[in-house]
Structure formats: structure tokens, C-alpha cells
């Protein structure tokens, strides 16, 4: 180990005092740096793990989460995770102080709760598809005879054109941003395109779209893609979470062009409380992968957190919400670990602007850095992915390194998974309505990161989209005050 250096007194070092420090004295200083800021993160996942707890308790608490799901196994298996994830986490400043390493312990509940996580996901995309077409049903009823149709002219499109591309424009520099503009767009436009050419640009979307990247996250990809489109295809549904395959059948029974606005109205009420249900299920079950995440950084990081100050106090107050179920006592809890978390953010960032500096005055230095500081370094970017990884991903692409994406998919390959996703698309949409196509078609192109190449060719699918000639007017009109809502938000 390195003697330790105060590293705290060198972050007001400008470029010319680096300049002045030796090889070695850089390199010793980035390994203090590395371990001071790993501690950091250890510390923030101890906190980060009681205010997870927390948020599942209360999910438990409000939702009775676990208690909905009818089928056995999964439920028990749940269960299970739940409640060794509790025993875990209330006593794992005991744990700390001991080294007691339970990292395999909880990697193994993380790769479980996945499984049971993907088996779940195609049953909150089907109940969303059949809401989604209870709701333009309803609304359809609903239009009829209410709007006043003569007010709708070229110059309100024209109008909207112009807005909508200012409103994208705010953000072109910004490409998370611009993109989910453009998807949300998407969502609410009516969807009038060909199956030929819908086709057509979903392949050379993704052909552009994953391209760059290695074959294993392709594969991921394209899995999820093929569920967003059609949740019913994936092997675990009916054979997974049997209950809410029964429920989902039940409700996809209705054929919604013979219903009254009654019978809609109803089936699109029961379909959102479906929808909500598994909705918090499915959250709740991302909230324990999350937690999982925390408790593996806390176990990777264990072999320096054994002298960490904890604020005392508040574990105390943390650990008796273990017997309480007390909305306000959660909250006060929850705020104070906040706190905690946000002074070790604030440290965290004020040594990383530092520890930029650093590595701007390393890259000057060629090859200077050697193989113990290169393996700690890997090692915190190892510690650092399951600490940022707030959606709880596939082990699988969590942990693919820089070599791995260095060496792009086959091209040969690309080409044949994407026929097969094709051919996929084509063979489930042959079984459906025009109305249920036109919407699956939809949610998938707009996942789809930046489909049209060109913001010529965004604008001319918008206007195909609002075109008077194939879109009625009814349609037009909801899409026009969707969009102003989505503008709205935005100020």
C-alpha cells in the first residue's frame, strides 16, 4: 500500500505545480485518489442500500406486492430474495466491520432476480398494448361529433411543423435529449406508413444503429426489441407468472370493434388497474436488482470500509424501521440518509474534478502509468458499473470492457440476426388487427435510437402522419393537443 498522502491539500495544485511533480508522485497520487474515492462509493452504497430497503418496504407496505402475484413458484422465489436482502442489509454495517464477504451470496440473488425479472417483462408489455388499444377505441367514441372539424387547416399544421422543430432544435447539441424528443414525437403521432417501407427502416436503422458495437450486446438488443414489439412470443410467457397470463388472455378476448363505449370503457379500466398492478411488480422488482447493485459495491469495496465513520445516529434510527411500518418515520429516515448521500456526492465530485486534472497531466506523460495502478483503476471502473447501473441490466452487457467493444459484430452475422428479427416482425404482425399492427409498429420505431437519418425525412413522416387525406381529422386533432401537452411540459 502506498503511504498515505492528504489528498484533500493538492486539489488547489494548478497545471504548472503537476507539471513540477514526479512520475512516481503522480502515479502514487492517483492510487491514494482511486482508494479514497472507492471508499466514497463503499460508503454511499451503505447508505444507498438502508434507503433502498426502505423504498421495497414501502412498496410492500402500500402495494402488498408480493401478495398479488397468484403463481407459487415465482412468488416464493421473490419472496426469498426479499426478505435475505432485509436479513442482509440490516445488519451489514455488522458485516462491514467483520469483512464478512457475502458478494457471491449476492451476486447469485441478482442473477435470480434478473431471470425472474425477464420472465415477468412480457406480461407488463401485453397488458400495455391491450390498454393502449382499449384507449383508442374509447377515444375514438369519444371524438365523434364533438370536435368542430372546419377549424382544423394547413396553417394550424404549419404552425405545429415550426414548433415542432424549434423545440427539437433546443436540444440537437444534446443526443440524449434530442433522441427522446424525437421518440416522444413519435409516440404521439398517429402511425401511417407501409409495412414494406416500416420494414425497410427498421433494418437500416439498426444496421446503422449496431454496427460499432460486439456481438453479445447485439444479441441483447435485438432480445429486447423482439419483446417490446411482441411480449406473447417470449418463451416464459404462459409457461411464467401463469396468473397474469390468464388475465391478460382474458382481457385480449374482446374484440374491440364490437363493443358499446361501455363495454370499452370498461375493458380500459380494468386494463389499467392490470397495468398499474404489474407495473409494481415489475418496479419492485427492478428496486431489488438496484439494491443489489449497491450491496455487491459495498462487498467489492468491504476491504476498505472496515474504519469508516458511519453516522452512528442515524443507523440506529435506520435499523429500528426493521419492526416499523410508519410512512412518516420512513420519510424522516429516508431525507436524513439523502443528506448523508449528498455531502459524499459533493466530496466525490470535487476529487474527480481533481482527479481529471490528473489524468490530463498523465496523457502528457506517455506510458507512465504501470500495471498495479492500471489494475486498480479497472478495478474501480468494475466497482463504478454496478454502482451506476440504475436499471438493473443484464450481468452479461453490465460487465463487457473497452477490449470487448473494440472488436465490432461480424458483418455477416448483423446481417442474418436482423433478417431474423424481420422475419420475426412479420410473422406476428400477420396474426393481428390493423389497428393493434399500427400500434406495435409505433412503440417500436420509436425505441428505435434516431431511425430517420435525416430531419427532412422526420419532418416528412410527421406530415404524412397529419396528412388530412389518410388521417381523420378526430386523430389529428388528439395528436395536435398531445404534442402542445409534451411542448408545455417542457417550459
Not at 10 to 29: F, G, H, Q
Not at 166 to 176: G, H, L, M, V
Not at 299 to 322: G, M, S
Not at 449 to 473: C, G, H, I, K, W
Request: proline share 1%.
Amino acid at each position: 500500500m502506498n503511504k498515505k498522502i492528504d489528498i484533500k491539500s493538492l486539489y488547489n495544485l494548478d497545471d504548472k505545480d503537476l507539471d513540477k511533480l514526479s512520475n512516481e508522485e503522480i502515479l502514487e497520487i492517483m492510487s491514494n485518489l482511486n482508494e479514497e474515492q472507492l471508499k466514497k462509493i463503499g460508503t454511499m452504497s451503505i447508505y444507498d442500500s438502508f434507503y433502498g430497503v426502505l423504498e421495497c418496504k414501502e412498496m410492500m407496505n402500500e402495494f402488498k406486492v408480493i401478495e398479488r402475484i397468484g403463481s407459487k413458484e415465482e412468488k416464493e422465489a421473490i419472496e426469498n430474495y426479499y426478505n435475505d436482502l432485509l436479513e442482509l442489509t440490516y445488519s451489514l454495517d455488522e458485516k462491514v466491520r467483520e469483512e464478512d464477504d457475502k458478494l457471491e451470496t449476492v451476486k447469485n440473488i441478482r442473477k435470480g432476480l434478473y431471470q425472474l425479472s425477464n420472465f415477468f417483462k412480457p406480461y407488463v408489455v401485453e397488458i400495455s398494448y391491450i390498454n393502449e388499444l382499449a384507449n383508442h377505441y374509447f377515444n375514438k367514441y369519444m371524438m365523434k361529433g364533438t370536435q368542430n372539424l372546419d377549424n382544423l387547416d394547413q396553417e394550424i399544421l404549419n404552425k405545429l411543423y415550426l414548433d415542432i422543430m424549434n423545440y427539437i432544435a433546443k436540444d440537437s447539441k444534446n443526443y440524449y435529449l434530442f433522441t427522446k424528443k424525437i421518440s416522444a414525437i413519435i409516440k404521439l403521432l398517429p402511425f401511417r406508413m407501409t409495412k414494406v417501407k416500416f420494414l425497410e427502416l427498421i433494418e437500416t436503422s439498426l444496421r446503422k444503429n449496431l454496427a460499432k458495437y460486439p456481438k453479445e450486446y447485439v444479441d441483447n438488443q435485438i432480445r429486447d426489441y423482439k419483446r417490446i414489439f411482441d411480449g406473447s412470443m417470449e418463451p416464459s410467457y404462459g409457461t411464467k407468472f401463469d396468473n397474469y397470463f390468464r388475465m391478460t388472455q382474458d382481457i385480449k378476448q374482446n374484440k374491440f370493434k364490437e363493443l358499446t363505449i361501455e363495454e370499452t370503457e370498461n375493458v380500459l379500466e380494468n386494463s389499467k388497474k392490470l397495468l398499474e398492478e404489474v407495473e409494481q411488480i415489475d418496479f419492485f422488482m427492478m428496486n431489488l436488482g438496484i439494491l443489489t447493485n449497491k450491496l455487491i459495491v459495498v462487498f467489492l469495496t468491504n476491504f476498505l470500509l472496515k474504519d469508516i465513520q458511519l453516522n452512528e445516529q442515524l443507523v440506529k434510527e435506520w435499523k429500528e424501521t426493521r419492526t416499523s411500518f410508519e410512512k412518516d418515520i420512513y420519510e424522516k429516515v429516508k431525507e436524513k440518509l439523502k443528506k448523508e448521500i449528498s455531502i459524499l456526492e459533493k466530496d466525490l465530485f470535487k476529487a474527480n474534478e481533481f482527479l481529471e486534472k490528473i489524468g490530463n497531466e498523465v496523457v502528457k506523460r506517455e506510458y507512465i502509468i504501470d500495471k498495479k495502478l492500471n489494475q486498480e483503476l479497472l478495478f474501480t471502473k468494475n466497482v463504478l458499473t454496478y454502482y451506476n447501473d440504475i436499471i438493473f441490466e443484464d450481468d452479461e452487457i453490465l460487465l463487457l470492457d473497452d477490449q470487448d467493444f473494440m472488436t465490432p459484430i461480424d458483418k455477416d452475422y448483423l446481417e442474418e440476426i436482423l433478417l431474423n428479427f424481420i422475419q420475426y416482425i412479420n410473422r406476428s404482425i400477420s396474426l393481428m388487427s390493423n389497428v393493434e399492427r399500427k400500434l406495435r409498429m409505433k412503440r417500436l420505431l420509436s425505441t428505435i435510437e434516431l431511425p430517420f437519418e435525416r430531419p427532412e425525412e422526420f419532418m416528412d413522416y410527421m406530415r404524412a402522419s397529419l396528412d388530412q387525406r389518410v388521417t381523420s381529422n378526430d386523430e389529428i386533432l388528439i395528436s395536435i393537443k398531445s404534442l402542445y401537452y409534451l411542448m408545455e411540459m417542457e417550459k
